[in-house]
């Protein structure tokens, strides 16, 4: 399945997506300087959220250098707002950086921090969004999943990217090596949490690193 998984993404990754120069540059960039970027298959899938979804207000947790903000930013329309969070300090500069060299509307509003704090603060505003990307440390979704249910507008859509953890999340505990058990354990834990939660329809795909598309209610 894992072969056939790999194979779907060589495919993805061999079909000309049509985005700008500046951002297939970033892509290769970001993969050269080992930043970890969304793949094709969540490219793809993002892509496609967007188009149907249309949303205005789209927050993402986990910015690294600022790929994927200016991703989406090619699919929404001007009057869309993008706030995106991110603790590393020299990723948050470069992003700032490629930010002001790319989002001449300025549609882009990056936050320094820890997500855990950024979070509580956006409830606290009383912030919404029609869209959310996750995309940050697996071991934390679990820490940020109340505040992103309470900052996601009814109908919003939210997005957990690297589900599967390179299809480690398949594998039984037991064949997991001891120092992975942790974020496995977790993981499984919010898988569950996802699923069974009475507010959110999800679905899990294996679409790049594994994502689960899930729907307020
Ligand atoms: C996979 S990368 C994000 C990639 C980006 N979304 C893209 O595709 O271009 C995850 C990022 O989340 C950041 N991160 C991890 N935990 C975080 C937290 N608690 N608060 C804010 N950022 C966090 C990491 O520093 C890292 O840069």
Aim: aromatic share 8%; charged share 30%.
């Amino acid at each position: 399945m894992m072969v056939e998984h790999e194979r779907f993404e060589d495919f993805l990754e061999s079909i000309p997506d049509g985005l700008p120069e500046y951002l297939a540059d970033l892509e290769i960039q970001s993969i050269k300087d080992n930043v970890p970027i969304i793949r094709k298959g969540s490219q793809h899938l993002i892509r496609f959220m967007l188009e149907l979804k249309k949303p205005l207000n789209i927050l993402e947790v986990g910015t690294a250098t600022g790929f994927s903000s200016l991703f989406m930013l090619e699919f929404l329309d001007k009057k869309a707002k993008i706030t995106t969070i991110e603790k590393m300090e020299e990723r948050a500069l470069k992003a700032e950086e490629n930010f002001k060299k790319i989002d001449k509307n300025r549609q882009i509003t990056l936050i320094k921090g820890d997500a855990i704090e950024v979070l509580d603060e956006l409830v606290s505003k009383g912030n919404t969004y029609d869209f959310i990307f996750m995309d940050a440390a697996k071991g934390q979704y679990i820490n940020f999943f109340n505040n992103i249910k309470k900052l996601l507008l009814p109908n919003g859509i939210f997005i957990t990217d690297n589900m599967l953890q390179e299809g480690r999340l398949l594998d039984s505990r037991y064949t997991v090596v001891r120092r992975d058990r942790t974020i496995h354990a977790r993981m499984r834990e919010y898988v569950k949490l996802l699923l069974s939660d009475k507010d959110l329809k999800t679905m899990l795909l294996e679409a790049g690193d594994g994502m689960a598309v899930s729907v307020k209610k």
